[in-house]
């Protein structure tokens, strides 16, 4: 009866253990400082440059954005989230910066609502955002899907993004820091 029990409590451990060590290992390879490769990437004018840096845990996540434009235009770009699936995240929003030449701002309510979850055990951080531009003719909803893919390697970090509003998917390619 002794051995039976030590084994049901060893067994009961290591059921405990398991999902432990798994949440250890899911979100660590993304996390870090990440690099824009310029050259093989979607254009992101007016930025010169820009790098995303990204603080994981299994259930948020956070993920800045430093973009540069010379060398006095520098700004930063903060989105944090739950990472469930189902929660929406308000983020505040100064600016639309992802094209500040074309006379669109960010709407009324200055926000973003984003939602998130880690997929392929991990390996990718999927972002929704939903937001409102405002442009001549008033506030326009978008809706913006991101995904964050690892490499195998995990050297490299590739982000595909779709906007509503464009007709083409844009690509990021970083490398870490």
């Keep these: 009866m002794k051995f039976h029990s030590f084994l049901s409590l060893g ?20 996390a870090g400082k990440w690099k824009l490769d310029v050259a093989r990437s979607t254009p992101i ?12 845990t299994d259930t948020t996540a956070t993920v800045t954005r ?4 010379g060398t006095d235009r520098k700004v930063n770009d903060v989105t944090k989230l ?9 983020n505040p929003v100064g600016y639309w910066l992802d094209t500040w030449y074309t006379n669109i701002y960010i ?23 939903n937001l409102s531009l405002e442009g001549q003719q008033g506030d326009h909803p978008v809706h913006v899907y991101d995904e964050f893919r690892l490499s195998a390697d995990g050297r490299t970090l590739k982000l595909y ?7 083409e998917a844009m690509v990021y390619i970083f490398t870490r820091e």
Aim: proline letters at 3%.
């Design 161 to 167: 993004e779709l906007r509503s509003t464009r007709d």
């Design 82 to 90: 739950v990472t469930d699936g189902k929660t929406s995240t308000a």
């Design 45 to 56: 004018r007016p930025w010169d440059t820009m790098s995303v840096e990204i603080a994981a």
């Design 107 to 129: 709407g009324a309510d200055h926000q973003k609502h984003v939602t998130g979850e880690w997929l392929d055990g991990g390996r990718i951080l999927k972002l929704e955002t």
């Design 11 to 30: 067994f009961t451990a290591l059921l405990l253990a398991v999902p432990a060590l798994a949440a250890d290992t899911t979100t660590t390879g993304l």
């Design 66 to 69: 430093h973009l540069a434009w």
